[in-house]
Every structure is written in structure tokens, then in C-alpha cells.
């Protein structure tokens, strides 16, 4: 069996976007003779933490976890502080200008002498960075160089061409287009979600760029087969999101739809569900009309519980910020909503998530502005009163291209050949 060192930050107790890809690789790789060894931060901090997701870890898996700063440094929750305007400053030059492309930078005088040590006592085979964050890969670069390992960087979402991301300057932008040069020009092989994602790699290094894979954000078969086969309340159309906004990633438009919806429908039967981070100001609007008692925001679910609510919806929203770089990604949430059935509403801009909620779901895209998302959510609700909403139907595809068995498998044989000599 051949062996992978996964260099993440995004490692449970965390809670992001990245973290069912995450535990795919470690549950599925060794089911294809690749023993994965995760390396990770023992004291996370700053993000949504979720302790239930310790319980999915596969049994024998190898984790070493490294330290990030002192031990002051340590504490498994994020409490949101209020900071004088000085100390908001100095963080804003500081996360903008100095700790670049993050703040995970700082990580590296730490864990990369632990990946040494690592690397000599195990013997990989390949060394893989999971990102974001990105300077994992420069520190797994490091430890590539310095051990004469492959390294295979997994881009979660990309670099400098992410939709969520914007520049304080044209100089910072300068610095990570280098970094990330300096990244691909020296990888084995690079991993992304899309093949919109690993085109622009192609795209944007040509001959410079090694071979890509593109793995999809895949479910957990695990997860699904505990689900029940409950049916939504009849007596309301139930619409439902599950996910975290952040950074440039904001509901606004899909706030806005749904208030021009309310307003032009106020006897509406349909209710919508959300569930993940949302930003105070959005949360503000859900508790005054018209959104109030018709939109209600559940919070954060626990990992366990996700499956389940999305099953006892009759529509699930999928959501993209119609930004550039928006047309490359695809929620991992779209294989989950499209293993359980239901209608799939996607508001995203033509891309690389539409085609998947179009043509394996049936589902239905609408353009992530308020004046088409009112409208098709009148369309929606007269369909379900007529009994006529378009449901996934293939799910012998959907299999194929989204469990996270065959996801993997496929992954297995593209790091298979990128660690040959």
C-alpha cells in the first residue's frame, strides 16, 4: 500500500465546505491502497467548529496534529471580539499585507519541521496540500523540495481566480500570482473540483502546468443510508439552504428575490430553511417583514444532522454570487442535494454547478438576481400545487460521478500515477 501525507487545516473538529472532501480521502483512498497520513493544526482557531465530526473519522487513520502559535492559541471555539479601531488597523494590514496569502503562513516555522520528520519516519509515496488555505501548498513545497517528494496540490477552491476573494491592491495580487506560479511550476500533479477549474490551469500555465484530475465534491454513501424516508409537510411548500456564507460570498440577492417574491405574494405557502453561517446584517433582514416567520435561519447543524434536513424539504437552493470565477466552482453541497431526491433550485450563473444541477438533477437555474428569482419561485409553487415539480431521476449517474467511493477510486489512480518516479 502506498502512501500520502495530507497537509490540511481544514481537519475536524473544523467545519467548512472542505471538510466532507477532506474525510472522503481519508475513509475512501485506503479502500484503493493509499494509506493517508493527516497532517493538521492541534489548536484551530477562527473557524466553525464542530465537534460531532470527530466521531466520522475513519477508524486507524493517522493523525498528527502540530501546534499553531503558543498555547494561549488553543481553544476549539471562535467567539467573534470586538476590537478597538487601532487594533482593527493593524489587522487589516497585517491579514492583507504581511500574511500573505494567509494567515495559516504563520503555521509554517512549526509544522514544517514536523513534515520532515514525518516524511523520514513514514516513507510516502506523494505529499498532498489541501487548500484553501494556500499556504499549505507553499508549505508543502517546502517539504517537497527539502524530501524529494512529489507534491500534488488539491485546490478546494482556487487561487487567485476565486470568486469569494478580492485584492486590497494590484501589488498583493502581483505577490500570489508569483507564489502561485511558483506552486504549479513545481507540482506533480495538481487536483481541482471542476473541469472549468483545472482549465484555467491549463489555461493560464500551458506548457508550465503538470497533469490535473478534476475529483468532484462528492457525498459519503455512509451518510446518506441513515436518512429516513420522511415526507416534507404537506400543507407548505418547503424550500431549503444549507452551507456558510463569508467573505464576498453574500445572500444578498437571494434575500432580495425572496422579499420581491413575499410582497408580490403574501398568502405564498412557501417557508424557506437555512442552515449554516450567515452575516449579521443578512440575519438582521430575515427577522423583519417580509421575510420574517416565513424565512427562518436554524443556525449551525451539526454534521450528523445536515442529510436529514435536506430530505424533509421539497426544494433545495443552491447559491452563487454572480462574480467572476463563479462560472468554475461547484458547491459540495450539490451532490448531497442531489442524492436525496428533491427539486434543485440552483440561482447561479451559467457554469460548471448549473450543468451538473441541470442535467443529472433536472433541476432548475435562474440567474442570481432578484427580479428572475421572484419569478421562478412563483413557477416552483404552481408546479407543486399541480403536483408537477421535476425531481433527479438517473441515479445510477449520479452515482457514478458523485459517490465518494468512485470519486476516490478515480483520484487513487490519477496519485498512482503521479508518484511514480
Same mark, same amino acid.
Given at each position: 500500500?502506498?502512501?500520502? *501525507?495530507?497537509?490540511?487545516?481544514?481537519?475536524?473538529?473544523?467545519?467548512?465546505?472542505?471538510?466532507?472532501?477532506?474525510?472522503?480521502?481519508? $475513509?475512501?483512498?485506503?479502500?484503493?491502497?493509499?494509506?493517508?497520513?493527516?497532517?493538521?493544526?492541534?489548536?484551530?482557531? /477562527?473557524?466553525?467548529?464542530?465537534?460531532?465530526?470527530?466521531?466520522?473519522?475513519?477508524?486507524?487513520?493517522?493523525?498528527?496534529?502540530?501546534?499553531?502559535? !503558543? @498555547?494561549?492559541?488553543?481553544?476549539?471555539?471562535?467567539?467573534?471580539?470586538?476590537?478597538?479601531?487601532?487594533?482593527?488597523?493593524?489587522?487589516? %494590514?497585517?491579514?492583507?499585507?504581511?500574511? %500573505?496569502?494567509?494567515?495559516?503562513?504563520?503555521?509554517?516555522?512549526?509544522?514544517?519541521?514536523?513534515?520532515?520528520?514525518?516524511?523520514?519516519?513514514?516513507?510516502?509515496?506523494?505529499?498532498? +496540500?489541501?487548500?484553501?488555505?494556500?499556504?499549505?501548498?507553499?508549505?508543502?513545497?517546502?517539504?517537497? $523540495?527539502?524530501?524529494?517528494?512529489?507534491?500534488?496540490?488539491?485546490?478546494?477552491?482556487?487561487?487567485?481566480?476565486?470568486?469569494?476573494?478580492?485584492?486590497?491592491?494590484?501589488?498583493?495580487?502581483?505577490?500570489? +500570482?508569483?507564489?502561485?506560479?511558483?506552486?504549479?511550476?513545481?507540482?506533480?500533479?495538481?487536483?481541482?473540483?471542476?473541469?472549468?477549474? =483545472?482549465? #484555467?490551469?491549463?489555461?493560464?500555465?500551458?506548457?508550465?502546468?503538470?497533469? =490535473?484530475?478534476?475529483?468532484?465534491?462528492?457525498?459519503?454513501?455512509? $451518510?446518506?443510508?441513515? *436518512?429516513?424516508?420522511?415526507?416534507?409537510?404537506?400543507? #407548505?411548500? =418547503?424550500?431549503?439552504?444549507?452551507?456558510?456564507?463569508?467573505?464576498?460570498?453574500?445572500?444578498?440577492?437571494?434575500?432580495? /428575490?425572496?422579499? &420581491?417574491?413575499?410582497?408580490?405574494?403574501?398568502?405564498?405557502?412557501?417557508?424557506?430553511? &437555512?442552515?449554516?453561517?450567515?452575516?449579521?446584517?443578512?440575519?438582521?433582514?430575515?427577522?423583519?417583514?417580509?421575510?420574517?416567520?416565513?424565512?427562518?435561519?436554524?443556525?449551525?447543524?451539526?454534521?450528523?444532522?445536515?442529510?436529514?434536513?435536506? $430530505?424533509?424539504?421539497?426544494?433545495?437552493?443552491?447559491?452563487?454570487?454572480?462574480? @467572476?470565477?463563479?462560472?468554475?466552482?461547484? @458547491?459540495?453541497?450539490?451532490?448531497?442535494?442531489?442524492? =436525496?431526491?428533491?427539486?434543485?433550485?440552483? *440561482?447561479?450563473?451559467?457554469?460548471?454547478?448549473?450543468?451538473? %444541477?441541470?442535467?443529472?438533477?433536472? !433541476?432548475?437555474?435562474?440567474?442570481?438576481?432578484?427580479?428572475?428569482?421572484?419569478?421562478?419561485?412563483?413557477?416552483?409553487?404552481?408546479?407543486?400545487?399541480?403536483?408537477?415539480?421535476?425531481?433527479?431521476?438517473?441515479?445510477?449517474? %449520479?452515482?457514478?460521478?458523485?459517490?465518494?467511493?468512485?470519486?476516490?477510486?478515480? &483520484?487513487?489512480?490519477?496519485?498512482?500515477?503521479?508518484?511514480?518516479?
Amino acid at each position: 500500500m502506498k502512501k500520502l *501525507i495530507l497537509l490540511t487545516y481544514t481537519f475536524p473538529p473544523l467545519s467548512s465546505g472542505g471538510t466532507p472532501v477532506v474525510l472522503n480521502m481519508c $475513509r475512501y483512498l485506503p479502500a484503493n491502497d493509499w494509506e493517508v497520513i493527516v497532517v493538521t493544526v492541534k489548536n484551530p482557531v /477562527g473557524m466553525k467548529i464542530d465537534p460531532t465530526l470527530l466521531d466520522d473519522l475513519a477508524e486507524g487513520l493517522k493523525v498528527i496534529r502540530i501546534p499553531h502559535g !503558543g @498555547s494561549g492559541a488553543g481553544s476549539l471555539s471562535f467567539k467573534a471580539q470586538k476590537q478597538s479601531p487601532l487594533k482593527k488597523l493593524v489587522s487589516f %494590514i497585517a491579514h492583507n499585507y504581511i500574511l %500573505i496569502p494567509d494567515r495559516v503562513i504563520t503555521w509554517k516555522n512549526q509544522v514544517l519541521p514536523a513534515l520532515k520528520s514525518i516524511i523520514e519516519k513514514e516513507k510516502p509515496h506523494a505529499i498532498m +496540500s489541501f487548500g484553501p488555505h494556500h499556504s499549505l501548498h507553499l508549505i508543502a513545497l517546502s517539504a517537497a $523540495r527539502e524530501t524529494a517528494l512529489p507534491l500534488i496540490p488539491f485546490f478546494g477552491d482556487l487561487w487567485l481566480a476565486d470568486s469569494n476573494t478580492e485584492w486590497p491592491s494590484r501589488l498583493n495580487r502581483l505577490v500570489e +500570482s508569483l507564489l502561485e506560479r511558483k506552486v504549479v511550476r513545481n507540482a506533480r500533479g495538481i487536483v481541482a473540483t471542476t473541469e472549468g477549474s =483545472t482549465g #484555467y490551469f491549463v489555461d493560464r500555465y500551458s506548457n508550465m502546468c503538470p497533469p =490535473t484530475h478534476v475529483a468532484e465534491n462528492g457525498y459519503d454513501p455512509r $451518510r446518506i443510508q441513515k *436518512i429516513d424516508s420522511s415526507v416534507p409537510d404537506p400543507e #407548505y411548500l =418547503t424550500a431549503g439552504w444549507t452551507g456558510n456564507f463569508f467573505a464576498s460570498h453574500s445572500p444578498g440577492e437571494l434575500l432580495s /428575490g425572496l422579499e &420581491m417574491f413575499y410582497n408580490r405574494n403574501p398568502c405564498s405557502k412557501l417557508r424557506v430553511k &437555512m442552515a449554516g453561517g450567515i452575516d449579521s446584517v443578512s440575519l438582521e433582514r430575515l427577522d423583519r417583514a417580509p421575510l420574517g416567520s416565513k424565512v427562518t435561519h436554524y443556525g449551525h447543524l451539526k454534521w450528523a444532522d445536515v442529510p436529514q434536513f435536506q $430530505r424533509d424539504c421539497d426544494i433545495l437552493i443552491g447559491y452563487l454570487t454572480p462574480r @467572476s470565477g463563479s462560472e468554475l466552482k461547484n @458547491s459540495s453541497k450539490t451532490a448531497e442535494y442531489l442524492v =436525496t431526491g428533491r427539486t434543485i433550485l440552483g *440561482i447561479v450563473p451559467e457554469g460548471a454547478m448549473a450543468r451538473r %444541477i441541470r442535467d443529472l438533477g433536472r !433541476g432548475y437555474i435562474v440567474p442570481p438576481n432578484l427580479e428572475d428569482i421572484a419569478l421562478k419561485l412563483e413557477n416552483l409553487e404552481y408546479q407543486w400545487k399541480t403536483s408537477s415539480l421535476r425531481v433527479p431521476l438517473d441515479f445510477a449517474r %449520479i452515482e457514478e460521478k458523485f459517490s465518494a467511493e468512485n470519486v476516490m477510486r478515480r &483520484m487513487a489512480d490519477f496519485l498512482s500515477r503521479m508518484a511514480g518516479p
